[in-house]
């Protein structure tokens, strides 16, 4: 379960753990080159585990 997702992500799990299902409140539209999540969250991981 998640809240944002990007389609990048949700293709790698499908391909490699089929058996995963997904559930997601939104659906970013794409991964930037840092692999931050378009148009949205930027660094949240980092602010949320203190990177």
């Known amino acids: ?18 058996e995963v299902k997904i559930f997601c ?4 539209d794409k991964l930037n080159d840092k692999g931050y999540i378009l148009p949205g969250l930027g660094d949240a991981g980092d602010r949320l585990y203190g990177h």
Do not use: Q, R
Not at 25 to 28: E, H, P, R
């Open 25 to 28: 409140a939104a659906v970013d």
């Open 1 to 18: 379960m998640c809240i944002v997702a990007s389609p990048e992500g949700i293709d790698y799990i499908e391909k490699n753990h089929p």
